[in-house]
């Protein structure tokens, strides 16, 4: 029978435990054993309890609950040669040669690292007597898939990852309620979000919830952006608007690569001798990654389930790693290290040629 582990690696996300308790589930509708490692690779170093065998029931209720039931972690040790030699001996041990990793780039990376030393490591736990040949033997190949769980939705070749989309949601929700109040007192609010390197959140709540202005890693701002934003909201207020958002990514930057903080933003709206607008910031932090999945999570984490319990069964030792993408709302596989490299020579969020258009419908509602 074989033995599938099921992973979450890397920031946590709504929506991930949508995609184990697919997984876990689809396993075993294909006849095979679902195992769940806690603790991300953490758990595959460790060993012992944090590898668990899982049955149907024990994901039960797991579809719209945020955040991951499995835990995660960030793991110094996976990194190193001697922490996935421990990784590789304990998925032996437990009869484990079936992977599937819901993470960001920097987990599936590990991922793709770890199935192409594979091979060595086995040799290693035999040459230094950890293991004996016949434990080995029917291990020989590590078949790994990658399913992309991301607030951010920072990989390339995916329109989605599992979670953007509840992140999103809650940054919304929370522009409205602030809007509420902002328009009350005829305040300005400076909100920043999340995304890391990426802008995808900034762009589409900027979108979503009508944001005078923001701010995106991926399109540093021209050394005149301080005019071009108070002239943008000056003309604004003029038209009668009570209230002011600008959104910025955590990685705002502008040309010459300097971080364009929320501080900066808030002094200039504030300054007397310009808009002197009542300004405070608000960061949203971690509450757009809790709670529970929208429902375009739950679905794209489900599909993407299945599908990586299919692709991880068929994977041949020949097939490069392959990881989940939705791409024009079709579930597909795609190379992993691929999508990796793009998503660091292309900025994802810039693609989208229509934003330029789309803020610009922003104005005195
Ligand atoms: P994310 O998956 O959200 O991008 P990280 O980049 O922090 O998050 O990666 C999560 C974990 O994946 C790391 O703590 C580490 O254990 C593992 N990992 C990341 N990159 C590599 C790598 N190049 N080699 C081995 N392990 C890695």
Redesign the pocket.
Known sequence: KKKIAIMT???DAPGMNATVRACVRMAIHMGCDAYCVYE??DGLVRGGDLIRRMEWHDVRGWLSEGGTLIGTA??MA??ERAGRLKAAKNMILNGIDALIIC?????L??AD?FRSEWPELLEELISTGQLKKEQVNQYRHLNIVGLVG?IDNDLSGTDATIGCYSALARICYAVDLIEATASSHSRAFVVEVMGRHCGWLALMAGVATGADFIFIPEKPREDNWREEMCGIIHEHRKRGKRKTIVIIAEGALDRQGNKITPEMVKDLLADKNGLALDTRITTLGHVQRGGTAVAYDRMLATLQGVEAVKAVLEATPETPTCFIAVTENKITRKPLMEAVKDTKEVAKAIERQDFELAMSLRDAE
């Open positions: 690696s890397g920031g991300g690779y960030r793991c996976f990194f993470g960001g780039d920097g987990s990376t590990g690292r991301s």
